[in-house]
């Protein structure tokens, strides 16, 4: 059994009641580690060991050359570390390993990135008409940040919200998702080698209630990054009405691939299979809503079915293995009762719909394929975090825009098209923060 712990002022301890809770590998639906649920006080600690070491030790002291330096250190450890660290991650939340240890690699890059932005912040001087004064802006470090972080890409989102907070001076307190926090606590190890001074980097983890609640809602926390679900979202906004830290929010998403008659046919069958059958489908980003041109629909969701049926499912950290299972039970039966209510309401299942056969110790789920009369059926609504591709015929390009646009999430969108025009047109008119041209 492996027993990690929290990373509290440069120190590994338990939380303050003794308290463990399990983790649970989906490929086996067995116990293989156990980490601390931190307490009201196991955060206040955290916090507080962060707030003073904005102020006192050898971190506000140091020179922006030094704290990338510390920066450049990490991503060599990280790139050390990846394997080990991908593994884990793997054995914890089910991904692909073949996905993590990349993952968990180019990681490394962002610290390296961010390491050289560290000396490069800089301020301004403003003209003014009055020569007896001279004025200046600088740049200051916020404050202690809290970032919490999602299990479905650790190693990639931790990087995006410490990194540029540790170039820029602040100090950080992460809390790891209690459905897989493993690979979090075991990447303390590496902060611990890097050699921060203690404080400048935490690492906590727990339940919503009392940790996330905690440490959202804190006093002395100046800033709130979060990645996850919307309605987790909702909370931590509430929570910040008590301290008054600004929050930075990247949520879900119900994301439209976009698929013209004249795409590449091969280019768009394989993103919209990438889109949704990559790492189960659990990604922000999934392209779950796929919109097929009359002219190609019919032809276009008989390639991705014989695609789908292709992939291989089985233990994430065989090389062989194209699919694993989903991170929890609660989440494949979830995904069970929102494809049993949309066939109800009149979606077409081609594929999938079930779990496959043999591998009944996991927490595995076939690659579906639904094909959906309109967005009325509720695999067109929500968010799934599951292998579930829903396909939706359209004739205009009016029509698609309006399509794609009808829902409550922006987070993500594709085109297959190789007009030049179009491309322009419709990545204007939807509504996503981010839009891929024939990838995904």
């Not at 089910?94 to 990681?107: D, H, I, N, W």
């Amino acid at each position: 059994m492996n027993e990690y712990q929290l990373y509290i002022d440069g120190e590994f301890c338990e939380a303050s009641d003794g308290n463990r809770f399990d983790s649970v590998n989906p490929a086996t639906g067995e116990v293989w580690a156990t980490a601390p649920g931190a307490t009201e006080y196991d955060v206040d600690r955290a916090v507080r060991a962060a707030k003073r070491a904005l102020t006192e030790g050898d971190w506000p002291a140091m020179t922006a050359t030094q704290r990338g330096r510390l920066l450049y250190r990490l991503a060599d450890l990280m790139a050390e570390a990846a394997h080990y660290l991908g593994g884990i991650e793997t054995t914890d939340s089910g991904k692909l390993a073949a996905e993590t240890r990349a993952q968990s690699a180019y990681v490394a890059d962002y610290y390296r990135y961010f390491a050289g932005l560290a000396d490069k912040i800089q301020g301004d001087t403003l003209p003014i008409d009055k020569p007896d004064l001279h004025v200046f802006t600088m740049r200051e470090p916020v404050g202690v940040v809290a970032a919490v972080v999602p299990w479905n890409a650790e190693m990639f989102l931790t990087a995006t919200k410490v990194g540029p907070a540790l170039a820029a001076g602040n100090t950080v307190v992460i809390k790891a998702s209690e459905i897989a926090p493993a690979p979090l606590l075991a990447f303390a190890r590496v902060i611990d080698e890097v050699g921060f001074p203690p404080g400048v980097v935490n690492l906590i983890t727990g339940f919503g209630e009392p940790c996330g609640r905690a440490l959202t809602s804190h006093p002395m926390v100046d800033k709130v990054a979060f990645t996850g679900g919307v309605e987790t979202a909702r909370h931590v906004v509430a929570n910040t009405v008590h301290n008054l830290a600004p929050v930075t929010l990247e949520l879900g998403g119900k994301s439209p691939i976009l698929v013209f008659d004249d795409a590449d046919f091969e280019s768009a069958v394989n993103g919209a299979v990438a889109g949704n059958f990559g790492a189960s489908g659990q990604s922000c980003v999934a392209g779950s809503r796929v919109f097929v041109q009359s002219g190609i629909h019919d032809e276009f969701v008989a390639e991705v079915v014989r695609r789908a049926e292709q992939i291989r499912i089985g233990d994430p950290l065989a090389d062989e293995t194209q699919m694993g299972p989903l991170a929890t039970v609660a989440q494949r039966d979830r995904i069970e009762d929102v494809v049993a209510e949309s066939t109800a309401q009149g979606a077409t299942l081609h594929t999938g719909g079930c779990r496959p056969e043999g591998l009944d110790a996991g927490w595995y789920y076939r690659p579906t394929v639904l094909s959906c009369p309109d967005q009325n059926i509720r695999s067109t609504r929500v968010e799934l975090f599951g292998p579930v591709m829903s396909v939706l015929r359209f004739d205009t390009e009016d029509e698609a825009v309006a399509m794609a646009n009808d829902t409550e999430f922006g987070l993500g969108a594709g085109i297959f098209t190789p007009d030049v025009s179009r491309v322009h047109r419709v990545s204007k008119a939807i509504r996503s923060g981010i839009i891929w041209v024939n990838t995904y």
